[in-house]
């Protein structure tokens, strides 16, 4: 009854930007927890960015000072701006929310950083 639409993934190289969103959609009663994850294949899935539904924010250190995490609760909208990208940051990258125990994902965009 919850949908995550991830968008903005691509090809970039080091050092430069990326902007993705997720939209929220369906049953949704109030402002939800958020986050991001990404995951490469044959590995857990590791959180990125978190944002809670008062706007605390927390981050991964290997994304500390790079990457910002921000929500647009009028739109049900969460965003991951990534600055200064490195290889590493090759994943699959998830959004997430939170209901209580319960947990919605969405089905992830491709962020590639390479040279």
């Known amino acids: 009854q919850v949908q995550l639409v991830e968008s903005g993934g691509g090809l970039v190289q080091p050092g430069g930007s990326l902007r993705l969103s997720c939209a929220a959609s369906?049953?949704?009663?109030?402002?939800?927890?958020m986050g991001w994850y990404r995951q490469t294949p044959g590995k857990e899935r590791e959180l990125v960015a978190d944002?809670?539904?008062?706007?605390?924010?927390s981050y991964a250190d290997s994304v500390k000072g790079r990457f910002t995490i921000s929500r647009d609760n009028a739109k049900n909208t969460v965003h991951l701006q990534m600055n200064s990208l490195k290889p590493e940051d090759t994943a699959v990258y998830y959004c997430?929310?939170?209901?209580?125990?319960?947990?919605?994902w969405g089905r992830g965009t491709q962020v590639t950083v390479s040279s």
């Open positions: 997430n929310l939170r209901m209580g125990t319960r947990q919605y």
């Open positions: 369906g049953s949704i009663f109030s402002i939800r927890d």
């Open positions: 944002i809670t539904r008062g706007g605390s924010t």
